[in-house]
Nanobody
Framework: QVQLVESGGGLVQAGGSLRLSCAASGIFFSMYSMGWYRQAPGKQRELVAVFSNRGSTDYADPVKGRFTISRDNAKKTVYLQMNSLKPEDTAVYYC?????????????WGQGTQVTVSS
């Protein structure tokens, strides 16, 4: 049974930082690219960052320079370090996994963790 379990969300003031974690089980982690999505109220889910199984990273323009995705294959965990947070970063953040090195449509999703940034 595949599980992706996010943690680390919460309430933070604008300009603050949070680190999200996503622990995976039931998959051969190093074979999967890992990503973070977010969905704000009334908006579509959007891709935030990807860390491929080959070591490359990619970021959505709104978070470039502020967010950093990383992974620890030994711990089967992917992280999202979020700095200089803005109210518009408020959303439910989802971890996702896709087998292989090309990111298209995730194979697995986490349940999401709420991030709220107050102004």
């Amino acid at each position: 049974q595949v599980q992706l379990v996010e943690s680390g969300g919460g309430l933070v003031q604008a300009g603050g930082s949070l680190r999200l974690s996503c622990a995976a089980s039931g998959i051969f982690f190093s074979m999967y690219s890992m990503g973070w999505y977010r969905q704000a109220p009334g908006k579509q889910r959007e891709l935030v960052a990807v860390f491929s199984n080959r070591g490359s990273t990619d970021y959505a323009d709104p978070v470039k320079g502020r967010f950093t995705i990383s992974r620890d294959n030994a711990k089967k965990t992917v992280y999202l370090q979020m700095n200089s947070l803005k109210p518009e970063d408020t959303a439910v953040y989802y971890c996702a996994a896709e087998r292989g090195s090309v990111w298209n449509t995730p194979d697995y999703w986490g349940q999401g963790t709420q991030v709220t940034v107050s102004s």
